[in-house]
């Protein structure tokens, strides 16, 4: 099957007052009609902006697209004029947030957001439109649609407004759904029941999806593959199984064992990973992991290593085959 | 690190502890028109050198216990002895040697550290309000003992909060609430704010100190993996009330409480096998109102095998098996 979308060699830059900000380092990766993947990693690491990059959704300045490609169904997103990308985006690619009460606007109903995209993206007329919203709430499962098309963000709880987030996100039968950290801001009952509700909906719609992450547990049971961003580059793509049972760079060896399981009596101290993540403002020359990385030699702080295979799709960023410990 | 020395002797005791927050109405003459029940009758003890989690979601009441109990809001009834001291009895001089040796580690690092002081007069505050050491020279030498004790060093010292990043931040909300030198410390969310390489950091930090100055935690989180790991009991709370209380491997491995239940079974495990495979008790609904909670038990209403007798009466608080406490008729 070839890829809907197709991102290559992605570059974006920030200029701010202390200097160029390095938040996404030449990524490039494809998602395949259908499958989920996620995007892992931790704060400042780039998963969100690397994102909003093909979106069109960085501001210009002080953002800056440095180089790249992101071709979906044959078009490349980066070089859209802004009237094309609308087309796209939140029709064709649509996106939910992190934060359902600050991206819902607080001073308008939730129908007027909802029939919002429905109107513009498929010319629906309001009458239409509105059923179709009632149509859409109660598919992400909130009860009394009708009633509750009148409401206002405020009034829904954070899982309910999570809820109308997707409603509105499905609402023209996105063939992507780009999700950042979803359920992040939502306790864990929430959050499974959000995380049910999106597999569902993936099952029903038959879309792709990306989903952005710094929880290794929420993807283990959601995602088809796995890439693990650091510092902006993508050290290690694989298959979700191959991930968690035989992680191949350093640093996701490294985060699996600085996490708890509850599933598991505790056998041992957690592993911590030293210091702190790198100041993005300097330009990035050698591997970013190595000044954290119990593997690193010589080697590591004088170049950094591009991604390639270690296995049929599995591919890492690093000098270091951590299983022997030696280079590769 | 199993091994850790358990005294038998609670330093903790809680006893029906309750804390409701009233509603009021009008801006002159203002007046009550009802209460927020946030925490409505809850007991524990926590053992000397032992460390108690106490899980639950957001509103359950979790962090209005662990600052009631600390005398950060008055509490509305119960009785809370903190080493043998009635700490909400306590006045003046009195009061301030119970805070001496009950201190609180903040869940946001950025907001409970002053952002116009120094490291210096942050950490030495306790030592000049306890009148600790006798000057200012005297001060900072214990500050820079306590910045090593916790992973910074002198160099640190004289900068600003917001030169740190959030672990070492929470680092130096670590030093401040050891230079009383405390027997207890509530730990109120200390990691959730932090990224998962960070987190290990500070719970081994958290750890070590325990094993090396005979510390006893109240753990406050969310975040069930890691009460799991960190903690010897484990209380859950629902809605203003403790729900479960038991060693932290007989509650995950036999939980008997249904919200228990459901509770773990939504913990994201990183195993894609266990994952795809494992059984889940998806909730429905939310968390009801703290200010007018279900008759009854409270949980009744999202309660998967709930049946007539739990929306009229309220469970009783059973031990089940030796030290694992339930409030369930069903159990």
Known sequence: MPPILEVTNLKTHFNTPEGIVYAVNGISYHLKEGETLAVVGESGCGKSVSMMSILGLIPIPPGKIVSGSAVYWGKDLLHMSEKELGQVRGKEIAMIFQDPMTSLNPVLTVKRQITESLQVHIGMKPNQAADRAVQLLEMVGIPDPKRRLSDYPHQFSGGMRQRVMIAMALACNPSVLIADEPTTALDVTIQAQIIELVIQMRQQLGMAMIWITHDLGVVAGLADRVMVMYAGFIVEKAVVDDLYVDPRHPYTLALLSALPRADRRRDRRLKSIPGAPPNLLAEPKSCPFAPRCEYSFEHCRVENPILNSVVDGHEIACWVDVRTGAAR | ?331
Request: with cysteine; proline share 7%.
């Open chain 2, 1 to 331: 690190m199993n091994d850790r020395i358990s005294f038998s002797e609670p330093l903790v005791v809680v006893e029906n502890l309750v804390k409701h927050f009233p509603i009021t109405q009008g801006i002159i003459l203002q007046r009550v028109v009802g209460q927020v029940k946030a925490v409505d009758g809850v007991s524990f003890s926590i053992m000397k050198g032992d460390t108690l989690g106490l899980v639950g979601e957001s509103g359950c009441g979790k962090t209005t216990v662990g600052r009631t109990l600390l005398s950060l809001y008055p509490l509305t009834s119960g009785r809370v002895t903190i080493d043998n001291r009635e700490i909400h009895k306590a006045r003046g001089r009195e009061l301030l040697a119970i805070r001496r040796k009950a201190q609180i580690i903040f869940q946001d690092p950025y907001a409970s550290l002053n952002p116009r002081w120094t490291v210096n007069s942050i950490v030495s505050e306790p030592l000049r309000v306890h009148g600790l050491r006798q000057n200012a020279r005297e001060r900072s030498q214990r500050v820079v003992e306590l910045l090593e004790l916790v992973g910074l060093n002198a160099r640190h010292i004289n900068r600003f909060p917001h030169e740190f990043s959030g672990g070492q931040r929470q680092r130096i909300g670590v030093a401040r609430a050891l230079a009383s030198e405390p027997l207890f410390i509530v730990c109120d969310e200390p990691i959730s704010a932090l990224d998962v390489s960070i987190q290990a950091q500070v719970v081994n930090l958290l750890e070590d100190l325990q094993d090396r100055l005979e510390l006893t935690y109240l753990f406050i989180a969310h975040d069930l993996s890691m009460v799991r790991h960190i903690c010897d009991r484990v209380a859950v709370m629902y809605l203003g009330v403790i729900v479960e209380l038991a060693d932290r491997n007989d509650l995950y491995e036999n939980p008997l409480h249904p919200y228990t239940q459901a509770l773990l079974s939504a913990v994201p495990i990183p195993d894609p096998q266990k994952s795809r495979t494992r059984q889940r008790v998806i909730l429905t609904g939310d968390v009801p109102s703290p200010i007018n909670p279900p008759s009854g038990c409270r949980f009744h209403p999202r309660c998967p095998i709930a049946r007539a007798h739990c929306s009229e009466l309220v469970p009783e608080w059973r031990e089940i098996t030796p030290n694992h406490w339930v409030a369930c008729h069903e159990v």
